[in-house]
């Protein structure tokens, strides 16, 4: 059953033909506008995806701008608070200062205090002697 080399020659072109035959009827067979209703649906679906990676790229590009803003904000309030701790910090420093100036005023007075005590009370003894007493 061997074939002459002609016979092969004409299998081989049949052969051929019958694939592209096949080929141009799976397209023939189909209906042009059912081709581009599916071409335009595909081309829709690229162009909504392509407007939602746009919309996807401007929110991430404004969520960006809002952080480095919100940063920019949390510094600013951090140095207000280092600014206002550095204040209170003063204040408590020149506040204990003054404590201990009334401290040291206080304690004057006291021992003023105590020692006109210790003489109204020997002017009154004193007094009292000169006039009860003895002299």
Known sequence: ????????????????RELLDTAVQGLKGRDLGVLVDEFTSEMTLVAYLI?????????????SAAHTIEEEGRRSLEERVNALQRS?????????????????????????TVIAAILAG?????????????A
């Open 1 to 16: 059953m061997t074939q002459h080399p002609e016979e092969k020659k004409t299998n081989l072109v049949q052969r051929s």
């Open 122 to 134: 020997a002017w009154v003894i004193t007094a009292l002697l000169k006039t009860f007493g003895g």
């Open 51 to 63: 407007a939602t990676l746009n919309h996807d790229r401007s929110l991430s590009a404004q969520l």
């Open 88 to 112: 209170v910090d003063a204040l408590e420093k020149k506040q204990d200062k003054q404590q201990q100036k009334r401290g040291t005023l206080t304690s004057v007075l006291r021992q003023v």
